[in-house]
């Protein structure tokens, strides 16, 4: 059975870097034709995509925030990651990580909420 | 970027009742349309994909139709457990956009 977790700091402080890893069980990064996604949704509001990667590192990213975000992936740690730079207290959210193929998101982690304040 | 909205943003129906979501997006994107179903403090899960097939081990009373700008989510009787935020979303291109939701409840 295929699990994700997120994982990372719950508390970033404003203008830092907001950094969280989810790690992927069941299934081989590497083998997958499947790209793996980030997906957030502040408190009390709806989704939004964030971006995904390729095992092959090959990256898509919403234009509204891709000028602050890398997501790579760590074949060897069967691991993908989330860099969300210069946050704000606007990106207070619950960060979902999320396993997408040809017919949406399928496999989501738990969620894991950050939130941005000194 | 493709602008999604769905209607109604909430409603509240009786258990047994026939409930219809609508999802419009502002460009054509074929069938490339999945729904997700969010419970109080949960996961979204998938439905939906490709506007009208059914995901595995979701309720055949939950089916879709529609392409290109003009979606629906219809659950044919309504369960006490549906109770839920319904989500479309658009995975034709970047960014893969969600609609704003619709609050389900049960009367």
């Known amino acids: 059975q295929l699990q994700l977790q997120e994982s990372g700091p719950g508390l970033v402080r404003p203008s830092e870097t907001l950094s969280l890893t989810c790690t992927v069980s069941g299934d081989s990064i590497s083998s997958s034709s499947y790209y793996w996604g980030w997906i957030r949704q502040p408190p009390g509001k709806g989704l939004e995509w964030i971006g995904a990667?390729?095992?092959?590192?090959?990256?898509q990213y919403n234009p509204s925030l891709k000028s602050r975000v890398t997501i790579s992936v760590d074949r060897s740690k069967n691991q993908f990651s989330l860099k969300l730079t210069s946050v704000t207290a606007a990106d207070t959210a619950v960060y979902f990580c999320?396993?997408?193929?040809?017919?949406?998101?399928?496999?989501w982690g738990q969620g894991t909420l950050v939130t941005v304040s000194s | 970027d493709t602008q999604m909205t769905q209607s109604p943003s909430s409603l509240s129906a009786s258990v047994g009742d026939r409930v219809t979501i609508t999802c419009r997006t502002s460009q054509g994107i074929n069938n490339y349309l999945a729904w997700y179903e969010q419970k109080p403090g949960k996961v979204p899960r998938l439905l939906i994909y490709s506007a009208s097939a059914l995901q595995s081990g979701v309720p055949p009373r939950f089916s879709g139709s529609g392409s290109g700008t003009d979606f629906t989510l219809t659950i044919s009787s309504l369960q006490p457990e549906d109770a839920a935020i319904y989500y479309c979303q658009k995975y034709n291109s970047v960014p893969r956009t969600f609609g704003p939701g619709t609050k389900v409840e049960i009367k």
């Open positions: 990667v390729f095992h092959s590192g090959d990256t």
């Open positions: 999320a396993r997408e193929n040809v017919a949406g998101l399928d496999y």
